[in-house]
């Protein structure tokens, strides 16, 4: 369950979370129209921190600019959002690794839709960190829903509307009896799955569709992308067919949500030799140091 903790930060303030609510004459509730990001917080020993923090505001932003919420840019900054996140942590003072969902709610009741200057509203709230695929080897399923290509609703931009497709696709595979899909274009390359990114072994080689593939820019696929080539993995991002997910030695999915996390079974098809792969391996392990905060690359925000 995504369910808020106690406190949720609303506006420019911290309300209990029963009372964090949003019109229903809105443009987020009517049409959608928010966009978002989800960042895991870190309980380490009692201190706590946020992972990649200004890469998830940069991300937020570039939605908002994509979509044409321009009030955010002109009322937001990341110290604003720093500061909100620091007050919402400390607040609920989670024990334990949490997720924050950060939303950019177009709130105006407007008739028709149009967005430039219509009022905002930026919601975030605190929840346990809950992967939402398994851990330990998922069985996956190519999605006869294809996934929204960047001139129809942009997967670049984290819009709430647009994850319709995901529920689509993703209540199908659970329907079928996997645990996700992979989302396909319209030409039958390979995307995403509904919430996370998807990565390919072969020969040594780590593949993954590069971010003009209608994909989102996931922030753990730039971290893994990182580590591997500090591993010196040789990494390909580029087109992918559906079919070489079928013979790769290796495949995996990377996410907030989903952690990175092995795959098992494509379509029926079992992938290298059901085993996690030594490539697999090497990368789960250096992404979650680097969640623990244990690299150079400054990608840890402590909060308290
Ligand atoms: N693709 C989609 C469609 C997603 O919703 C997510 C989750 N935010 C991802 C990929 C993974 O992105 P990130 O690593 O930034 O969580």
């Not at 020993?45 to 932003?61: I, K, M, N, Q, V």
């Not at 695929?133 to 399923?141: A, H, S, Y």
């Not at 274009?185 to 040594?204: P, Q, T, Y």
């Not at 990377?254 to 079992?270: K, L, M, N, Q």
Request: glycine share 8%; with cysteine.
């Amino acid at each position: 369950m995504a369910q808020p903790h106690s406190h949720v930060f609303l506006g420019d303030r911290l309300v209990p979370a029963d009372q964090a609510t949003v019109g229903v004459a809105s443009s987020a509730v009517l049409y959608g129209l928010s966009v978002y990001t989800v960042f895991p917080v870190l309980v380490e020993g009692g201190a706590r921190h946020a992972f990649r923090l200004a890469d998830h505001f940069r991300r937020l932003e570039e939605s908002c600019k994509i979509i044409g919420i321009d009030r955010f840019a002109q009322e937001w900054d990341y110290a604003r959002f720093e500061v909100g996140v620091r007050e919402l942590v400390a607040a609920n003072a989670p024990a334990d690794d949490v997720f924050v969902r950060v939303s950019v709610h177009v709130v105006e009741s407007i008739p028709g839709t149009r967005v430039r200057g219509c009022a905002i509203q930026v919601s975030m709230f605190v929840y346990d960190a809950v992967p939402i695929v398994p851990q330990d080897g998922m069985r996956l399923k190519s999605s006869p829903w294809r996934r929204i290509p960047d001139n129809a609703i942009p997967s670049r931009a984290k819009v709430n509307g647009a994850y319709v497709n995901s529920v689509l696709a993703k209540q199908d595979a659970i329907d079928s009896g996997y645990d996700d899909c992979v989302f396909l274009d319209g030409g039958g390359h390979v995307c995403e799955l509904s919430a996370a990114n998807i990565f390919l072994v072969r020969g040594g080689t780590l593949i993954t569709p590069d971010v003009s593939c209608d994909i989102l820019d996931g922030i753990n696929r730039r971290t893994v992308l990182t580590l591997a080539r500090e591993e010196g993995i040789p990494v390909r991002e580029r087109t992918v067919d559906l079919t070489e997910l079928y013979i790769a030695d290796e495949v995996f999915v990377t996410g907030t949500s989903a952690g990175a996390a092995p795959v098992f079974e494509i379509d029926g098809r079992a992938v290298g030799a059901g085993i996690v792969g030594p490539v697999t391996t090497a990368l789960r392990k250096r992404h979650a140091a680097a969640l623990r905060g244990d690299t150079e690359h400054g990608w840890v925000t402590p909060l308290s």
